[in-house]
């Protein structure tokens, strides 16, 4: 029985070297919806898919924080109280400007994970403009005008997001007995991948080392996958893929103007994978075969 549930990924968070360079990546060609930032911070970005699910980008400088996931969840003093109890080296608690309490912490392989909760009960009086910086409303209640934003597309939600892990047997137990991820059958055929997911279904994947090992990276949803690829071609991007997963999804990635790791796939595949099944150790098999090919 795990100690607590993670009831969805608030926000994933990019190291990006130039908001001009990175911004229109993210607002222009995937339809990501600008939002006034919550963090007192000039260099931090505030985007969200169709869904709601925040993606934020922050330019570089000594106090950026590395690539990391947000979870939300209900009861943040117990969690807290309990990591301290686990003698976790925890950053904050701090007061974001929305009222929502935050923290963080490193998991057993060193990637830095926060803890948050619902939305806050300050409501903020601030606007963001078409270059994402946040800045207190005018006297006038005016705010920058954003009409002129004619994304090529929209992401419909984060599908996944991947930490690289140096272990299973350390690291899965963290992700599983204590924050309640649930494990779940992979659609991806390597001996090194685990799957998991939140309370809302958003799922979260693990790859032990190995040569095939990708990066840290965010997969988006979207309808229309073959209208993105061929406008990725058209803009003369490096594609890894098209690919047909096991689930019958096609999948493809790139990387954004600062060497992040992207994904592309579909809504639910038209393959079934009720055949697969997964251990408590986040081995998936089919019965019957003596492994996935």
């Known amino acids: 029985m795990p100690e607590f549930h993670m009831n969805r990924i608030q926000h994933w968070m990019f190291p990006v070297a130039d908001r001009m360079t990175s911004v229109p990546f993210y ?4 339809g990501l919806h600008l939002v006034p930032a919550f963090e007192s911070s000039p260099g931090v970005t505030m985007m969200e898919t169709d869904d709601g699910t925040m993606v934020h980008l922050s330019q570089k400088t000594e106090r950026t924080p590395p690539t990391h996931v947000a979870f ?51 409501e903020q009086d601030v606007v963001v403009d078409e270059w994402g910086r946040t800045s207190e409303r005018p006297a006038d209640g005016s705010q920058p005008d954003l009409s002129g934003i004619n994304p ?23 992700y599983r007995d204590l924050l309640g991820l649930k494990i ?23 790859s032990e080392p190995g040569a095939a090992t990708p ?30 997963r096991a689930d019958g999804r096609p999948a493809m990635k790139i990387s954004d103007p600062d060497g992040n790791s992207v994904e592309f796939t579909t809504g ?22 003596d492994g996935l090919e």
């Open 184 to 206: 779940v059958p992979a659609f991806e055929n390597g001996p090194g991948v685990i799957f998991m997911e939140t309370d809302d279904g958003t799922m979260f994947h693990m």
């Open 27 to 30: 607002r222009d060609l995937l």
């Open 215 to 244: 990066a840290a990276h965010i997969a988006f949803e979207v309808d229309d996958f073959d209208a993105v690829h061929n406008r990725l071609v058209e803009l003369g991007y490096e594609i890894q893929g098209p690919e047909k």
């Open 72 to 122: 939300e969840l209900d009861d943040f003093d117990a969690l807290h109280a309990h990591l301290v109890e686990l003698g976790h080296e925890i950053d904050g608690p701090v007061k974001r400007a929305d009222g929502r309490p935050a923290m963080k912490i490193k998991d057993p392989s060193g990637n830095v994970v926060e803890f948050t909760t619902g939305p806050g009960p300050i």
């Open 152 to 174: 090529d597309f929209h992401m419909n939600r984060v599908q996944h997001i991947m930490f690289p892990i140096k272990d299973r047997k350390t690291t899965l137990p963290f």
């Open 268 to 289: 639910p595949g038209p393959i079934s994978i009720a055949d697969r099944v997964v251990d408590e150790w986040g081995h998936t098999s089919i019965p019957g075969r």
